[in-house]
């Protein structure tokens, strides 16, 4: 299958005692080493005088990600971790799951043990429970191995495999690692900070992290074989099986991840192929957003005005430019009594409403079932039998955007994300084929959210919102649409402009109507901005809330009495 190939020389056995090392480490990496023995092991064995002692991080913060030198281990789920290190020669850093099986070679024991698991594979096979499929693997793996040289009456038991205790620990680790988790990925899933993971064929795996960027993986395919090896198995693992016939597999893994995977040679030049989209357990927020640069307090707070009274609203950006990140955040500002309808291909949305129904399409593979395929368009309409306050689709490729725009103009607040590069490419993909909405449609659109990943004049990349866009109107005459674009991202200075300030549209002429202030007082909506920002940022910065479903309760809160 695969190897972890580590980017420095690993000694097989402990380079330094732990008298030797243990004054040298951070008292935090001490205490990991204390808490963990493998984690011990794994720095005992690192050529500590080449490549110096690793800092150690519970959680990595996001300035770790401009550091010159980036030697760091940091905790990730069920008790791993992870070994940030630079690649001297190249332009990805390396990124090292530290596991149990690192520092213990089990590779001598497996044959022996897999064989005596086969006795009762049909057993296993049986239990669909995760944890209760866990639980029988470790009670087999007592069974098998044993740690003792004889048995208590002095005499030898052959049946059972004789191991160390570091070595039991290892087994209990890989066993359930390849049986129940997602074999070698495993470890990068229960990376909280990995967005994609992607195999292009030999070679390592790369990631996409949330600190520290494109990375390669340790973890590495030595040849073709192996690569169309681990594709069958991660197809059957997914059942969902990959074959010559049947090439290309799209799926969604049992945390939620979309994963695609591409078989063979034939259609890829450079073998078998993966990607895993991870999904990300608790959404970003507005204000973690705001910490990161995409947006700031203002926009936050008109934004907010914008989505509590149904206002409908498109996110619009290239692939991974953190559209859905954005979708999620905002949908704190809807309204907590509303009722919301998530129509999309791959679950990715999440809303912090009680009232909430997700809704995903179904398909059947083709053959002779086709007739049981459900798509976005037959969710969507049926969705409008709701009774929704707001319908999000995930993303609006084809005709499913007509019956959105039916929505819009029979009152419904529809929100989704698109693949369009600005307002201009937006409309004219909508207007154009295979769309086809009617130009005169198009106002019901209220926002049109431009998000985009960036380099900033630092070199560094980032997300942000280029733009907050109010689409006004269609003129038939000379067949041109009017929009205001009421926030702006300097990339000179990496700063916001509201040019809608005093001149927004939507504020003045929808969302004062809607808030009941006389048209001659117009004007006093932009106070209600102004105030909200500043609410915003003292929860922030005063309160320390970062947390999406706190942040949700907080405003939930605050508009039951009134005060939002």
Not at 81 to 106: K, L, S
Not at 134 to 144: G, N, Q, S, V
């Amino acid at each position: 299958m695969a190897i972890n190939a580590l980017p420095f020389e690993f000694s097989d056995q402990p380079r330094y005692s732990w008298e030797q090392i243990e004054g040298s480490l951070s008292p935090e990496l001490r205490e990991a080493c204390l808490q963990s023995t493998f984690l011990s092991a794994y720095v005992q064995r690192l050529p500590l005088e080449e490549i110096g002692v690793p800092e150690y991080h519970a959680k990595p913060s996001r300035a770790l990600g401009g550091a010159e030198y980036k030697n760091f281990i940091y905790a990730i789920k069920d008790g791993l971790f992870v070994h940030i290190y630079p690649d001297q020669t190249g332009a990805r850093d390396y990124h090292v799951a530290i596991e149990p099986t690192v520092v213990v070679g089990i590779d001598h024991l497996l044959p022996a043990i897999e064989e005596k698991l086969v006795a009762w594979a049909e057993d296993i096979g049986r239990i669909e429970d995760k944890e209760e499929k866990k639980a029988f693997l470790l009670k087999l793996i007592d069974m098998i191995c044993t740690t003792r040289r004889q048995a208590p009456n002095g005499k030898s038991k052959p049946a059972q495999i004789v191991v160390s205790q570091a070595e039991l620990e290892a087994i209990r680790y890989r066993v359930l690692r390849d049986k129940v988790g997602l074999g070698i990925l495993q470890p990068l899933l229960l990376d909280p900070n990995i967005e994609d993971i992607s195999c292009s064929g030999v070679g390592p795996i790369f990631i996409e992290h949330k600190i520290f960027k494109s990375v390669q993986s340790s973890i590495t395919f030595l040849d073709h074989d192996d690569v169309d090896n681990f594709a069958v198995w991660l197809g059957e693992w997914i059942k969902s099986p990959v074959t010559v016939r049947n090439p290309l597999v799209d799926a969604v893994l049992p945390d939620g991840s979309r994963i695609n995977i591409v078989y063979g040679r034939e259609i890829s030049k450079r073998g078998s192929n993966f990607t895993i989209r991870k999904f990300s357990g608790t959404p970003t927020s507005v204000l973690e957003l705001v910490d990161f640069g995409s947006l700031n307090y203002t926009m936050a707070s008109y934004m907010s005005l914008m989505l509590e009274n149904g206002m409908n609203c498109f996110v619009v950006g290239s692939t991974a430019s953190g559209k859905t990140t954005l979708l999620n955040a905002v949908t704190a500002f809807v309204r907590p009594e509303a009722k919301i309808v998530t129509i999309e291909d791959t679950p990715e949305v999440q809303v912090p409403h009680n009232n909430w129904l997700q809704e995903s399409t179904r398909s059947s593979g083709g053959g002779e079932k086709k007739g049981s395929d459900v798509g976005m368009f037959e969710l969507l309409k049926a969705a409008l039998r709701q009774r929704p306050e707001l319908i999000i689709v995930g993303e609006i490729r084809s005709v499913e955007a007509v019956v959105a725009f039916q929505a819009m103009q029979t009152g419904h607040a529809v929100m989704s994300t698109f693949h369009a590069a600005s307002v201009e490419k937006l409309i004219q993909r909508l207007t154009g084929d295979p769309i086809n909405i009617p130009k005169t449609y198009i106002d019901n659109l209220n926002l049109c959210v431009i998000q985009s990943a960036v380099r900033l004049a630092n070199g560094k990349s980032a997300r942000r919102v280029l733009s907050i866009n109010e689409i006004i109107g269609y003129d038939p005459v000379t067949e041109s649409f009017s929009f205001l674009e009421a926030f702006r991202w300097n990339p000179a200075t990496d700063e916001f402009e509201f040019p809608g300030y005093m001149n927004s549209y939507l504020l003045e002429q929808i969302i004062s109507i809607k808030r009941g202030i006389p048209p001659h007082r117009r004007k006093e909506i932009y106070n209600e901005v102004k105030r909200r920002a500043r609410i915003f940022e003292k929860l922030h910065k005063e309160k320390g809330i970062t947390d999406f479903h706190e942040f949700f309760q907080v405003l939930s809160e605050a508009r039951k009495q009134k005060l939002f």
